[in-house]
């Protein structure tokens, strides 16, 4: 858990300049512990060289004053004190006229021989009281030590959180340039800029989060390029027969036309074709709503699909289109909802129809696949180009344009097909060839009972 503190900090830089430098301060601080603690013992060694120094400077009669924790004793070599008031020190004799330092019951000394005429004629200890023993004698050691050695500890500290400090703001830099960046393309979206990309080469959590930003803008892009078509499209749609209405309004106003059959039969035509594409964007919106309830039932498609072509002949029957239902007859019966497959199949198998030459065909094929029933429905027509292939069931997309509005067509019949097979739990998508035709596929779900029956 983050410290409050540290969560008021304004900047991740701020954050993880302040964790670095309390990390190496820490880590600096025990490492002079333990240090402190291994070189507990560096402190006798001084002090056993300073008792030397004095030893040696009393032993030639340079000694001009004595510290306060250190005393001088003088004794001959058999050792009787020269000065009797340091007679109760019991310390080692040595006659070999070598210097030596050492430690004897509670005291440390040195001792230095005096040496006339090849002779040792006395003897000259500098002693202090030895360190103690156990635990407090040894964390008493450690402080002295660190006392002893503070401002080199100080400077290293120093020096090491000044190198973290610089490099904690170069890795905080480049660790935040994409939420920067981030943060102010958000900024830019603010005002219906989708445009900007953060790029970073991390692969870290950052790196991820950038990669996830892009994508999301590019989809807010796309949505918005999306809204932005659709209000133009629908703009058009509601216009183009709203004018025609009002132009023959005008007419029979102006008495340039009488209110005949024909005239009212055209006037109806355009209303008819208002309200179809009001009832359709109205549906479509219930369906990408999920507000448009599905009345599942089991349902053998064979049957739908003969009943969906014989409407489409007599709608169609001036194209000169062979359309052939190749169906197997032991297809297992789906799981859907009649009234919307019926409208799917009929989408599809009429904008084939109206896209094939006289003297084309549109077959309708089908087959079980991993739980579910794959509908074909593939033409002889112009087929499709391949950069309009992934918008082909976006609204109001056209892939001919003219050729659509001629036929009468709104652009949304794909769009809804594809918002009830997805309804189902299914998927649809398209395949096309110029000049040899298109494919159309979508499955549904086999229906509970017909699950178990093996695969053909």
Same mark, same amino acid.
């Given at each position: 858990m983050s410290s409050p503190r540290l969560e008021r900090l304004p900047t991740i830089r701020a954050k993880l300049g302040s964790t670095i430098i309390?990390?190496?301060?820490?880590?600096?601080?025990?490492?002079?512990?333990i240090l402190g603690y291994a070189l507990r013992s560096s402190s006798q060694d001084t002090d056993r060289l300073g008792l030397l120094r004095v030893a040696r400077r009393e032993a030639a009669g340079t000694l001009t004053s004595t510290p306060a924790e250190i005393s001088v004793v003088r004794t001959s070599p058999e050792g009787e004190?020269?000065?009797?008031?340091?007679?109760?020190?019991?310390?080692?004799?040595?006659?070999?006229?070598?210097?030596?330092v050492g430690s004897t019951g509670d005291v440390e000394y040195a001792v230095v021989p005096v040496v006339r005429s090849g002779q040792v004629v006395e003897l000259v200890y500098a002693i202090h009281d030895a360190p103690g023993e156990g635990v407090f004698a040894r964390v008493g050691e450690t402080f002295r030590f660190l006392t002893d050695f503070w401002w080199?500890?100080?400077?290293?500290?120093?020096?090491?959180?000044?190198?973290?400090?610089?490099?904690?703001?170069?890795?905080?830099?480049?660790?935040?340039?994409?939420?920067?960046?981030?943060?102010?393309?958000?900024?830019?979206?603010? !005002?219906?800029?989708?445009?900007?990309?953060?790029? !970073?080469?991390?692969?870290?959590?950052?790196?991820?989060?950038?990669?996830?930003?892009?994508?999301?803008?590019?989809?807010?892009?796309?949505?918005?390029?999306?809204?932005?078509?659709?209000?133009?499209?629908?703009s058009h749609e509601l216009k183009t027969p709203i004018t025609a209405i009002r132009a023959h309004l005008e007419n029979l106003l102006d008495g340039v036309e009488r209110p005949e059959p024909r005239t009212m039969q055209v006037m109806l035509a355009q209303t008819e074709r208002l309200g179809r594409l009001i009832e359709q964007l109205l549906e479509l919106s219930r369906l990408e709503s999920g507000e448009l309830p599905l009345l599942r039932e089991t349902i053998p498609l064979?049957?739908?699909?003969?009943?969906?072509?014989?409407?489409?002949?007599?709608?169609?029957?001036?194209?000169?289109?062979?359309?052939?239902?190749?169906?197997?007859?032991?297809?297992?019966?789906?799981?859907?909802?009649?009234?919307?497959?019926?409208?799917?199949?009929?989408?599809?198998?009429?904008?084939?129809?109206?896209?094939?030459?006289?003297?084309?065909?549109?077959?309708?094929?089908?087959?079980?696949?991993?739980?579910?029933?794959?509908?074909?429905?593939?033409?002889?027509?112009?087929?499709?180009?391949?950069?309009?292939?992934?918008r082909l069931f976006e609204r109001f997309y056209r892939a001919d344009p003219a050729r659509s509005r001629e036929d009468g067509g709104t652009g949304i019949g794909l769009a809804i097909a594809r918002s009830v097979v997805e309804a189902h739990g299914g998927h649809i998508h398209a395949r096309s060839e110029i000049g040899k035709g298109s494919v159309f596929t979508f499955d549904l779900p086999v229906a509970p009972a017909a699950k178990n029956r093996r695969e053909p």
């Open positions: 309390f990390a190496v301060g820490m880590t600096v601080i025990l490492i002079f512990l004190p020269i000065d009797a008031a340091d007679g109760s020190v019991d310390l080692p004799l040595f006659s070999d006229g070598m210097v030596h080199q500890f100080l400077l290293a500290g120093a020096l090491a959180a000044g190198i973290a400090l610089v490099v904690a703001r170069w890795l905080a830099r480049g660790m935040t340039q994409p939420l920067r960046d981030m943060a102010a393309a958000a900024h830019r979206m603010e !005002t219906g800029d989708y445009s900007t990309r953060v790029h !970073t080469r991390s692969r870290d959590e950052v790196g991820q989060l950038a990669t996830a930003f892009n994508r999301m803008s590019a989809e807010l892009q796309n949505l918005e390029q999306s809204r932005r078509d659709l209000l133009a499209n629908v064979a049957p739908l699909v003969t009943q969906v072509l014989s409407e489409i002949e007599v709608a169609r029957s001036d194209r000169g289109v062979a359309v052939r239902n190749q169906m197997a007859n032991d297809l297992p019966p789906v799981d859907a909802d009649r009234e919307r497959v019926h409208q799917v199949l009929f989408n599809l198998i009429d904008n084939a129809v109206r896209f094939t030459p006289s003297g084309g065909a549109v077959t309708v094929t089908a087959e079980r696949h991993n739980g579910s029933v794959e509908v074909q429905v593939a033409d002889t027509g112009v087929g499709i180009p391949p950069e309009h292939l992934p």
